[in-house]
Each structure stands twice: as C-alpha cells, then as structure tokens.
C-alpha cells in the first residue's frame, strides 16, 4: 500500500489486548510467554482494504542484574497479520487478478535490554532478525534486521532529552500501510521553564520503502519511497487545555 489523501473523512479505530506470565528461576533468572492481539479499522470505504488483524504469541528468557541497572531478554516472537478486505487491483494488470490478499506472518529472534549505564539516563531496545512471508506473491517477502532504541535522559527535574533509531515495518498505527520498511531517527528536548509551562523541541528524520505494494512487486509499478524530515517546537500549559506546535 501507499500513503493516501482521501477527500472524505477518515476515524481510524485502534485496538489493543495483552497478557503475559512468567516464572523466576534464582534471582536473575525467569521464563515467560506473552499474548497480544490488535486491529485497525478506517471508518472510509476508500480505506477499508487496510483494515488489519494481527495476533502476536512470544516467549523468552530474561536475565536481570540486582539493582535493575541491566535487563536482557532473548525472545523467539510469531506474528500473523489478516486483511479482512482484499486490496483491490486495477484491471488490466494480468495474473494479479481483480483483488488479492496482503496477510502475512512474521517470525523474529530478537535481544531485548533495558540499561542504565547513569544515574540520568537510560536505554531501551530491541534488535534481531525478522522474516516476513506473505500469503500472496512472494516477491515481497522480507528477511533481515530489525530493531528499535531509545535512549533517555534527565539530569534535573526540569530537563528532559530522548534519542531513538528504529529500523522495522510500518505500525499498526498507520492508517493504509502494509510491509512499509521504515527507518526512523530523531530526539527531542524538553525544558519545564515554571511549574506548569514546558517547551519543546523535536527533530526527526524517516524513510519509508513500500515494499509490499503488489504492483511494484511485480514490475507493474515503480516501487514508492518516502522520505520526511521534522524540525519543530511546541509548548505546553499544563493549567489549561491549550498546546501550541510548530
């Protein structure tokens, strides 16, 4: 799929369920296996072929330092993503036929960590090997590294700063993706100037490869990349209900 600019009005539904367990073994080591279940709806008819169910089923080992200083997981995850709505296909384009199905599965092995390599600061992330294999035109499956990290720091109460880089598919939260390889970078820096005042500066830079989109994959169409670039500011009021971005 590729981003759109629909005329019509769109409400994009998101929803969300997960449960996990887990049993400790010592005092670094434990199990566990997780659940989670989401979907997407666009209210649009023009929209309704990205409409998404996707179920997630996991589980790991963690080691966990004392201190809660340094966490690492090894995660063996299974995703398997429906369309309820087949994508539509232009007529004319040969033995795609008139609709077909994006549904998918995924299977990654992935090292998870949380450290604190500071007092004020922080690391979250995730990196490993994802493939990706869909029901349809094999052309577009994937396999290859994946990953996301963020790095956060606070050296006073007033100041805030965070760091990410994030290599993976698109999310559930976009309305009309599906396989999207985005590349992702940026940081932001919070400063809370009064008590209940804080400004904001955010800077981003994403690159999106719409690798699943059908035509493409068969060399109907050339393939669509996207690339953004965000700089801006904001602030905040936290006694009101007034927020001003740029």
């Given at each position: 799929f590729s981003n759109q600019n629909p005329t019509s009005r769109n409400l994009l539904e998101l929803n969300t369920l997960s449960t996990s367990a887990g049993f400790r073994f010592g005092s670094r080591w434990s199990a566990f296996v997780a659940a989670d279940l989401s979907s997407r709806r666009n209210s649009s008819d023009s929209l309704r072929e990205n409409d998404l169910d996707q179920t997630g089923l996991e589980a790991g080992v963690r080691w966990q330092r004392p201190g809660d200083d340094a966490d690492f997981s090894l995660v063996g995850r299974s995703v398997r993503g429906r369309y309820p709505t087949a994508q539509a296909v232009p007529v004319g384009t040969g033995t795609l036929g008139s609709t077909i199905d994006n549904s998918y599965r995924d299977r990654s092995l992935l090292m998870r960590l949380a450290l604190r390599p500071s007092a004020p600061s922080v690391i979250v992330g995730e990196v490993g090997v994802t493939q990706r294999?869909?029901?349809?035109?094999?052309?577009?499956?994937?396999?290859?590294?994946?990953?996301?990290?963020?790095?956060?720091?606070?050296?006073?109460?007033?100041?805030?700063?965070?760091?990410?880089?994030?290599?993976?598919?698109?999310?559930?939260?976009?309305?009309?993706?599906?396989?999207?390889?985005?590349?992702?970078?940026?940081?932001?820096?919070?400063?809370?100037?009064?008590?209940?005042?804080?400004?904001?500066?955010?800077?981003?830079?994403?690159?999106?490869l719409y690798a699943a989109d059908p035509l493409s994959a068969v060399g109907l169409a050339d393939r669509r990349r996207d690339q953004l670039r965000v700089i801006g500011v904001s602030a905040s009021d936290s006694s009101s209900a007034y927020s001003v971005f740029i």
């Amino acid at each position: 799929f590729s981003n759109q600019n629909p005329t019509s009005r769109n409400l994009l539904e998101l929803n969300t369920l997960s449960t996990s367990a887990g049993f400790r073994f010592g005092s670094r080591w434990s199990a566990f296996v997780a659940a989670d279940l989401s979907s997407r709806r666009n209210s649009s008819d023009s929209l309704r072929e990205n409409d998404l169910d996707q179920t997630g089923l996991e589980a790991g080992v963690r080691w966990q330092r004392p201190g809660d200083d340094a966490d690492f997981s090894l995660v063996g995850r299974s995703v398997r993503g429906r369309y309820p709505t087949a994508q539509a296909v232009p007529v004319g384009t040969g033995t795609l036929g008139s609709t077909i199905d994006n549904s998918y599965r995924d299977r990654s092995l992935l090292m998870r960590l949380a450290l604190r390599p500071s007092a004020p600061s922080v690391i979250v992330g995730e990196v490993g090997v994802t493939q990706r294999r869909f029901d349809t035109l094999a052309e577009r499956n994937f396999s290859g590294l994946t990953g996301a990290f963020v790095w956060q720091w606070q050296p006073t109460d007033a100041v805030r700063g965070e760091a990410y880089v994030r290599r993976n598919f698109g999310p559930i939260q976009l309305a009309n993706a599906s396989g999207v390889q985005t590349w992702q970078s940026g940081g932001s820096l919070a400063w809370r100037v009064s008590a209940k005042v804080t400004i904001g500066l955010h800077a981003g830079w994403d690159r999106y490869l719409y690798a699943a989109d059908p035509l493409s994959a068969v060399g109907l169409a050339d393939r669509r990349r996207d690339q953004l670039r965000v700089i801006g500011v904001s602030a905040s009021d936290s006694s009101s209900a007034y927020s001003v971005f740029i």
